[in-house]
Nanobody, 122 residues
Framework: QVQLVESGGGLVQAGGSLRLSCAAS????????MGWFRQAPGKEREFVAG????????TYADSVKGRFIISRDHAKNTVYLQMNSLKPEDTAVYYC???????????????WGEGTLVTVSS
């Protein structure tokens, strides 16, 4: 059974940092690109960052470029999202995702995690 399990969310003050982790089982990690989306209250889910299957190429939403870093550890089947210089507008539920093209419109996602809440206080 394929699973994506996120962890690392929580409450942080503006300017602080958090690191999210997504442990993937099965073909979610070995067959597809991996990435992160987020959904703020009252807003649509949006792409945040993605890393290709090889881990050699990454893509970021303009709103997080220079602040967030995505990486994948093939030995641990885990994807990370290091979030620095957090802002109140980064508050959202963050979802791990796996699929052939996460940055597409609409995104091509095969598997979703359950989400982890990140709250940034001002």
């Amino acid at each position: 059974q394929v699973q994506l399990v996120e962890s690392g969310g929580g409450l942080v003050q503006a300017g602080g940092s958090l690191r999210l982790s997504c442990a993937a089982s099965g073909r979610a990690f070995t067959m597809y690109n991996m990435g992160w989306f987020r959904q703020a209250p009252g807003k649509e889910r949006e792409f945040v960052a993605g890393t290709r299957l090889s881990g050699t190429s990454t893509t970021y939403a303009d709103s997080v470029k220079g602040r967030f870093i995505i990486s994948r550890d093939h030995a641990k089947n885990t994807v990370y999202l290091q979030m620095n210089s957090l802002k109140p507008e980064d508050t959202a539920v963050y979802y791990c995702a796996s699929g052939p093209n996460l940055a597409a419109h609409p995104p091509l996602v095969v598997y979703w995690g359950e989400g982890t809440l990140v709250t940034v206080s001002s």
